[in-house]
């Protein structure tokens, strides 16, 4: 693994920083292995990992194909808790945490609450902190909830932002963050889903729990759903589940649904789907089982933000089940297009990709703005320079 992402190590004898790099849901875990890895490979650092297992299952996945094993795992998922009392429990567990390693600096990525919580316990003690993913902002507060308000708390704490694109990039400076503490690095998801695409092309059963739906729907058009915002709870997910029953009355079409594990979620999709010939809800996908359902997808139907980004680059156009996106880049590339939660609007974006052959290639074959695959690798090169130990 750390062959993609090692960063050149120095000659010089160091003490190597310690950097504790925090997360605790399975997008996370995607976005921040690469970092670890290169970390690892490095000699003038010692990743040390504590997960929190906000998604115990989910998370527990990836840090499996990823070959991480945590140094701290709090495991503070817990049913139906509470924002706040999962919010309160973070900032205990997460600050004895720093308070034993007294790390150089801490590391966080996105918007999760284990990542506020992490920024925020850590500018308690007055460590640095290095925020991975920075300047996503969608302008609403709840909207997504409360990813939004989460990343506008660590970017008034973080350190270095490390900015995916220049849109983030600008969003930070337009909330007077210092410059020369902004650097647009790309995505850390390209380097993980290039990653295990190497992967799984060297050790093919790593995906193939696919096969059978494979089988099953040949010869279909398959569509990729996924769906889990909060906000979409309720009248949102009810109208997402009548839109694919409408889609599946086209006889040349298949849904594969990696069903959420939140009730929310299950509940819905179980009584408005289950039974229909060309829907699979299936449990939810490790990673290398994610990306094979990407690659064999004609079209990605989500609410995910990491879909967003991880779907262009793969050449597979993504209607967005939202009213706003804190990845605006990809609807001005014209790689994804916002389209709520109207059943009627979700029906005919999707029939349009379907039966209009130059809306689906101008889709298709735009520029994904995400990134290169590099990300992981200027990351840990910038936090070198940032601490003083270049390669």
């Not at 190597?16 to 650092?45: S, W």
């Not at 999760?112 to 460590?127: F, H, Q, S, V, W």
Request: hydrophobic share 45%.
């Amino acid at each position: 693994m750390t062959d993609r992402f090692t960063a050149k190590s120095s000659s010089m004898t160091q003490t190597p920083a310690k950097i504790l790099v925090i997360f605790g849901t399975r997008p996370e875990a995607i976005k921040l292995f690469p970092v670890v890895a290169a970390l690892e490979g490095d000699a003038r650092f010692k990743p040390v990992v504590c997960v929190s297992a906000q998604h115990r299952g989910m998370l527990d996945q990836v840090l499996e194909i990823a070959g991480i094993t945590p140094d701290h795992d709090l495991d503070l998922m817990r049913p139906n808790q509470t924002l706040d009392g999962l919010t309160a429990a973070l900032i205990t567990e997460l600050g004895r945490v720093m308070d034993a390693e007294q790390p150089a600096r801490v590391m966080v990525q996105g918007d999760t609450a284990t990542a506020m919580a992490g920024a925020l316990a850590a500018y308690y003690r007055k460590i640095p902190v290095d925020h991975v993913e920075a300047g996503l902002r969608s302008g609403n507060i709840y909207h997504p909830w409360p990813e939004e308000v989460n990343r506008k708390i660590i970017g008034a704490i973080a350190s270095l932002h490390f900015a995916p694109t220049t849109t983030s990039e600008a969003a930070l400076l337009r909330e007077n963050v210092a410059a020369d503490r902004v650097h647009v690095t790309g995505n850390t998801v390209i380097d993980a889903l290039l990653w295990v695409g190497e992967k799984t092309r060297a050790n093919p059963e790593l995906a193939g729990g696919l096969a059978d739906l494979e089988a099953r729907f040949a010869g279909k058009r398959i569509i990729g759903v996924t769906s889990h915002r909060r906000e979409n709870f309720g009248e949102g997910m009810e109208n997402i589940a009548s839109a694919i029953r409408q889609i599946a009355e086209r006889p040349d079409t298949a849904i594969i649904f990696p069903v959420h594990l939140n009730p929310n979620v299950r509940a819905v999709m179980n009584t408005a789907l289950a039974g229909l010939d060309n829907v699979a809800l299936i449990e939810p996908l490790d990673y290398p089982h994610f990306a094979r359902l990407l690659s064999i997808a004609e079209i990605m139907l989500t609410d995910s933000g990491g879909v967003q980004e991880e779907a262009p680059a793969l050449g597979k156009p993504v209607l967005v089940m939202r009213e706003t996106t804190e990845r605006p880049e990809g609807v001005e590339a014209g790689t994804a297009k916002l389209v709520g939660t109207d059943s009627a609007r979700i029906v005919s974006e999707i029939f349009n990709l379907l039966d209009d052959k130059a809306a689906y290639d101008s889709m298709a074959r735009a520029h994904n703005p995400f990134g290169d695959g590099q990300s992981a690798r200027r990351i840990v090169e910038l936090i070198g320079h940032e601490i003083g130990q270049e390669a």
